[in-house]
């Protein structure tokens, strides 16, 4: 299940499509779901793949959810909404994931705890005002019951398993300081920072949480 896939070609589970798994994707452009539904076409009717136009909210993402997945327990999420992706996944009650991939503003290394303020509305304007820091997401997915296990060497994905299934497979400590890579947004083709605002000093949470 992967919120936020842009055309389709270039997200975090494409390539398990082509290894015959099943899954559910959401975005908000319409102009990508209607690119998906075209060239997608012969994996969605073979009920590989399912494809939902909506804008996520904390509101609105159980029931998307549950309308196309009948299961609790999935394999992988993967939320890179640009903003929002915390609260989203904080607001998810319908499912269980094993491993879930997050995306993390890597503007705020460890141990800085930053979360933007939930914003129903909100829509990334290419700058640092979007997301949250790693130590952030250590903190509160551990939590849920999550282990930090690493991120992409670009510095925008962290992977967390369920502490159950960690066992001897991964690095300890799973701490934020041990796994943080810096933003590295180079190496994806896109520039290598984000433009400061004013607005992420606004809306941002950096109190440690309780």
Not at 18 to 28: K, N, R, V
Not at 42 to 51: N, P, R, S, T
Request: glycine share 6%; with cysteine.
């Amino acid at each position: 299940m992967e919120f936020g896939i842009g055309n389709g070609l270039e997200n975090n589970t494409l390539a398990l499509l082509f290894d015959d798994w099943q899954g559910l994707w959401i975005d908000a452009s319409s102009g990508s779901i209607a690119n998906i539904r075209t060239h997608f076409a012969e994996i969605i009717q073979q009920g590989k793949l399912a494809v939902i136009e909506s804008f996520i909210t904390k509101a609105n993402i159980n029931d998307l959810i549950s309308a196309n997945v009948k299961h609790s327990e999935i394999d992988l999420l993967s939320i890179d909404i640009d903003g929002n992706d915390y609260h989203v996944l904080n607001a998810i009650s319908c499912i269980k994931p094993r491993v879930i991939v997050i995306e993390y503003n890597a503007k705020f290394a460890p141990p800085v705890l930053y979360c933007m303020d939930y914003a129903e509305t909100h829509i990334w304007k290419g700058d640092d005002c979007f997301g949250v820091s790693l130590k952030f997401l250590e903190i509160n997915l551990d939590r849920m019951g999550y282990c930090l296990v690493g991120c992409n060497l670009s510095g925008a994905n962290a992977f967390f398993v369920r502490k159950e299934l960690v066992v001897d497979k991964f690095l300890e400590p799973f701490t934020a300081e041990n796994h943080f890579e810096p933003a590295r947004y180079y190496l994806s083709g896109y520039a290598s920072g984000h433009r400061p605002t004013y607005q992420t000093l606004a809306k941002s949470l950096t109190m440690r949480p309780t």
